[in-house]
């Protein structure tokens, strides 16, 4: 079956240091989307993606970025991580037909805890 | 702030009542969906509603859609202990992305 792999599940790292988590999707979606959840906010939209060689910036850029060299990855990488990242990272998936906004098909999540 | 707002943030029903969560936007949208997370697990499509729609159902989900006052419910028939999660919705507002509201934990007690 298609699945959507967020890795890893759980990281505790360090202020300053460089992190990258990994989305991978065998949906054989366009559209991937990098969201974080907080308490009291909901999901926030961090970066996204409608194809290969695409990348755009959401509400809460900063801090993050993003690269798609191919269709079923779009790791996010922190360049210095901050204590105000720690969060619950959500990869997210849509649409072959180039419906960015219909029905999202989400991973289980990343927890990152930077100290 | 927050495109969609939930209403109530925090529901605590019995097993067999009916559970109503509502979600105001601010912007005009193109569709509302709704989303379902169990407790640390990812999200999961529930319904979609387009701006022309008023009301959809799906097994014992109906929600409604009143562009007009800028808001949209979502009721859960017969609840069940296994409904207990959190609920959100997310509006399509044209800016290319969801906009996801801050959700409502259900609590159903067996």
């Known amino acids: 079956d298609a699945e959507i792999t967020q890795s890893p599940r759980h990281k505790i790292t360090e202020t300053g240091r460089q992190v990258t988590l990994a989305c991978h999707q065998t949906w054989n979606h366009n559209n991937m989307f990098w969201y974080r959840q907080d308490l009291g906010h909901g999901l926030r939209l961090i970066h996204y993606s409608y194809g290969v060689q695409d990348t755009n910036k959401g509400e809460v850029s900063d801090g993050y970025s993003v690269s798609r060299s191919n269709t079923e990855d779009l790791p996010l990488t922190l360049e210095s991580a901050a204590s105000s990242q720690t969060s619950v990272y959500f990869c997210?998936?849509?649409?072959?037909?180039?419906?960015?906004?219909?029905?999202?098909?989400f991973g289980e999540g990343s927890r990152l805890t930077v100290l | 702030s927050q495109q969609g707002e939930e209403d109530p943030q925090a529901l605590s029903i019995q097993e067999g009542e009916n559970a109503t969560m509502n979600c105001s936007y601010k912007?005009?949208?193109?569709?509302l969906q709704w989303y379902r997370q169990n407790s640390g697990r990812g999200l999961v499509h529930l319904i979609l509603?387009?701006?022309?729609?008023r009301e959809k159902h799906s097994g014992r989900l109906r929600v409604t859609l009143d562009t007009s006052k800028k808001s949209s419910s979502l009721l859960i028939t017969a609840s069940r202990a296994a409904d207990t999660a959190s609920y959100f919705c997310?509006?399509?507002?044209?800016?290319?992305?969801?906009?996801f509201g801050s959700g409502t934990r259900l609590q159903v007690q067996p």
């Open positions: 509603i387009r701006s022309n729609e």
């Open positions: 912007t005009s949208i193109n569709n």
């Open positions: 997210a998936s849509s649409g072959t037909s180039g419906d960015p906004t219909g029905e999202l098909f």
């Open positions: 997310a509006t399509d507002t044209g800016r290319r992305a969801l906009t």
